[in-house]
């Protein structure tokens, strides 16, 4: 008898800490889904709203075509755990790695990632500290303009810049000097 009850709690002690293994696996799994919904859909909405920011960052009232920007996940099934390649075409360029797009051309790509994560996730305010150094005038106009359109919604941006074109579309002007 004292064999059978031995038995029987060691079974039930099986069978517990098969049920505490089983659970385990089942929170992880539902993290590990949660982990990607939450993820998927930062990269979905960060990824559909990037190209039309591009394009507004590249557009100049002398050339109407704009540039195309996308981004690709590198691992669909555990995309945080694998890169994301991001693109940017420059207007009227063909297709290049970003690593040889010029200072400004990565510049104004970093620019439209940086709003395009913004639209996704707003902060009220922005801090640019000389983004326009590497910029040429045209694109310092259109990253100018982006601002100045922006500004007037929920967003403030503080910006740091020692080009006249971009601060002299500033609506408030703060100057510093040694």
């Known amino acids: 008898s004292s064999g059978i009850n031995a038995e029987y709690g060691t079974n039930v002690e099986f069978e517990t800490i098969r049920q505490k293994a089983k659970d385990s696996v089942d929170r992880f799994n539902q993290l590990k889904q949660e982990r990607y919904d939450k993820f998927m859909n ?6 559909s709203s990037i190209d039309q920011i ?6 100049t009232p002398d050339h109407p ?4 920007a996308y ?22 360029k063909r297709f290049i790695d970003m690593d040889q797009l010029s200072g400004g051309e990565k510049t104004v790509a970093a620019l439209a990632l940086l709003f395009a994560i913004h639209k996704f996730r707003p902060a009220p305010f922005f ?6 150094a590497a910029l040429d005038a045209t694109n310092v106009n259109c990253v100018a303009r982006y601002i100045r359109e922006r500004s007037n919604t929920d ?6 810049s020692l080009k006249d074109s971009f601060f002299e579309k500033s609506e408030a002007l703060v100057g510093i000097a040694r």
């Open 155 to 160: 967003i403030q941006f503080i910006v740091i």
């Open 54 to 59: 591009y394009k507004d960052l590249t557009r």
């Open 42 to 47: 930062a990269f979905n909405e960060i990824s």
């Open 127 to 132: 801090v640019l500290d000389e983004v326009d």
């Open 65 to 68: 075509s704009t540039g195309t």
């Open 71 to 92: 981004l690709n996940l590198d691992n669909h099934d555990e995309p945080y755990l694998h890169g994301i390649k991001y693109t940017a075409m420059p207007p009227q």
